[in-house]
């Protein structure tokens, strides 16, 4: 199987992503995506845990600033507004069942869990229940693989591109 490009965690990575979270990481296989000023983002989460537990949130949003910009989203009804723009727009649905695919083939790359055969995260493939998870899908993979993921960035009042970490949040950045 092949592991999606994304950068082995550090012991400050693994450090900072536990401060972010209020308790300890677990399962960080990788760090997906970071912050400008270089601190993680959204880490990628083993399949399986080390308990033995399926985890089907491959990519998380750990960014305290991007995890509050995401729940007032949700708060505002954005997720409302997106379910039915799935349900207007049949190219939308196509390429949202396209990042639903994506996504398998990612975290299958890593580990294919049984338990977890056809789950991926944010409501993906018919739904959108999640903007958190789709925004950290759409932050590792890129932009054009997400069209929610994308579309809740875009929304969202927090940018990757303008760090707002608070100095215990940012991995060993310089």
């Keep these: 199987m092949t592991r999606p490009p994304f ?19 677990r399962g960080v296989i990788g760090i997906a995506a970071r912050c400008a000023c270089g601190a993680p983002t959204v880490v990628a989460t083993a399949p399986r845990l080390d308990d033995g537990t399926p985890f089907p949130t ?38 949202y069942r396209r990042a639903h695919e994506s996504y398998l083939s990612d975290r299958d790359g890593i580990d294919a869990v049984p338990e977890l055969e056809g789950i991926s995260a944010g409501g993906m493939p018919d739904r959108v229940k999640c903007l958190h998870a789709l925004a950290a899908h759409a932050l590792a993979a890129g932009p054009g693989v997400n069209p929610i993921g994308d579309l809740t960035l875009a929304r969202a009042s927090w940018s990757p591109t303008v760090c707002e970490c608070v100095p215990d949040d940012r991995a060993d950045a310089g």
């Design 58 to 95: 491959l990519y998380y949003l750990s960014h305290p600033a991007a995890t509050a910009a995401m729940s007032t989203l949700e708060a505002t009804g954005v997720m409302a507004e997106f379910a039915e723009l799935l349900t207007a727009d049949p190219g939308l649905g196509g390429d």
């Design 7 to 25: 950068a082995p965690p550090t012991a400050e990575d693994i450090r900072a992503v536990s401060h972010q979270l209020g308790r300890p990481a």
